[in-house]
């Protein structure tokens, strides 16, 4: 069943068109690779799709809702609820340690905070991040650091997990244990994973890709 | 890579005869491997018979006389089907693709379509491999990194040249 699809997205910063008409589905549980060179639009296509960027046009739909017409405020509480991040660089809060950052979203949420480390604890276990619990972000190696990203944007049981290329900073082997882990505990729980990556062998963990050139997307069936 | 549909490719810019098909097949695609006589003919003769060309007169000149080919409705078929089909992904694809994005800019047709269709084609191998490598042990992982990078090699290119088509139909149309 489809769970988020964009249509015809527009989106210019200054004169740059970044989107020119693109559009994409997804349906629930699949894991889908946006690629496509350098500035082709497809971060930018992601950000529209998570609802962090508005487009100038076109629509984002999430089940029945239009994420391009609802408040800031609904958007965020979906974004927090529904949604799960992780990004190339700076996405934990330094001052944390990894077991706080990774209850950071349940505690916003309201969930008292020893519930909500036993759940963070039990997802860096999965993740194969629990020996880090007590530490800072800066005080882990670059994979675990991601990992613990992963074990954050999964604990809420996300509908979506919007990964930026997850695996930029990272050497090919902490890259491929990132991606294994996380595609396989999105396919545990169901979740939905937007990938955006411009390296082929982090694509081929996808179920499909979506190409996007110029700011318009287009689906590449393979046909065996 | 196939001869025969590469001529066919060039013979869609009009009838040539056999020593002009091997000049402009080496000058595009023949720099370490020019095309002998012999092969030029035998393929020629092979097309004809499976009616993907025909005979279009004959030129007369200061030696043997010349005879014109001319692709036919299934000459352009097949040629067409050859440029849809995807090179089945193997760690070296020598000059095959690179033909294939000549021959479509050439005749008009969509170069980015065979370059879609071919990573498209690799990305699936590379699904398959990550799945086995997933699944396997250490042997199966080492065994599949090695064709995955190759792989990946391939698809770098395919990106790269993409990138490079308006470029390269320009230099093409030459």
Redesign the interface.
């Known amino acids: 069943m489809t769970l988020l699809t964009a249509e015809g997205l527009y989106k210019s910063f200054g004169k740059t068109n970044a989107l020119d008409g693109a559009g994409i589905s997804i349906r629930e549980g699949e894991v889908v690779a946006i690629m496509g ?1 350098s500035g082709s639009g497809k971060s930018t296509l992601l950000h529209c799709l998570a609802g962090i960027l508005p487009p100038d046009s076109g629509t984002v739909t999430y089940r029945d809702r239009e994420l391009t017409t609802m408040n800031d405020g609904a958007r965020s509480e979906l974004r927090r609820t529904e949604f799960g991040f992780v990004f190339q660089f700076g996405q934990l809060v330094p001052e944390l340690t990894c077991l706080e950052n990774v209850a950071l979203p349940l505690r916003l949420s309201g969930m008292k905070r020893r519930d909500a480390e036993r759940a963070s604890k039990e997802w860096m276990a999965r993740l194969e991040v629990d020996t880090v619990a007590d530490q800072r972000p800066g005080e882990t190696s670059g994979g675990q650091g991601q990992r613990v990203a992963v074990a954050r944007a999964l604990v809420t049981s996300p509908k979506v997990v919007f990964a930026d290329e997850p695996t930029g900073a990272l050497d090919s082997l902490n890259g491929e244990r990132v991606m ?1 882990l996380l595609t ?1 505990a999105a396919r545990e729980t169901g979740a939905a994973v937007v990938l955006v990556t411009h ?3 982090v ?5 499909r ?1 979506v ?1 996007v ?1 110029d700011g318009r997307s ?1 689906d ?5 | 890579m196939s001869i025969g549909h590469a001529l066919l490719g060039l013979l869609e810019g009009g009838p040539r005869h056999g020593y002009d098909l091997k000049r402009a097949y080496d000058e595009r695609f023949g720099h370490d491997r020019p095309l002998h006589y012999g092969q030029v003919y035998s393929t020629l003769s092979r097309l004809l018979k499976n009616g993907f060309v025909s005979e279009a007169g004959v030129e007369a000149g200061d030696g043997p006389e010349r005879k014109r080919y001319a692709i036919t409705d299934a000459g352009v078929t097949d040629v067409e089907r050859w440029l849809g089909t ?1 090179e089945k992904p193997e760690p070296y694809l020598q000059n095959t693709l690179y033909a294939k994005v000549v021959l479509a800019l050439l005749s008009g047709r969509s170069a980015t379509e065979v370059l ?2 071919q ?6 191998t ?2 398959d ?2 799945r086995r490598k ?1 699944d396997g042990d250490l042997a199966d992982q080492l065994i599949c990194d090695f064709a ?2 190759h ?2 090699a391939d ?2 290119w395919l ?1 790269l040249t ?2 490079r088509l308006d470029k390269l139909a320009e230099e093409v149309a030459r």
């Open positions: 060179p294994h396989t390296e082929p062998r694509a081929a963990y996808s179920d890709e190409v050139r287009r590449v069936e393979f046909v065996r | 995807p879609d269709t990573r498209s084609a690799h990305l699936g590379m699904r491999l990550t997933t995955l990078f792989l990946e698809l770098r990106e993409a990138a």
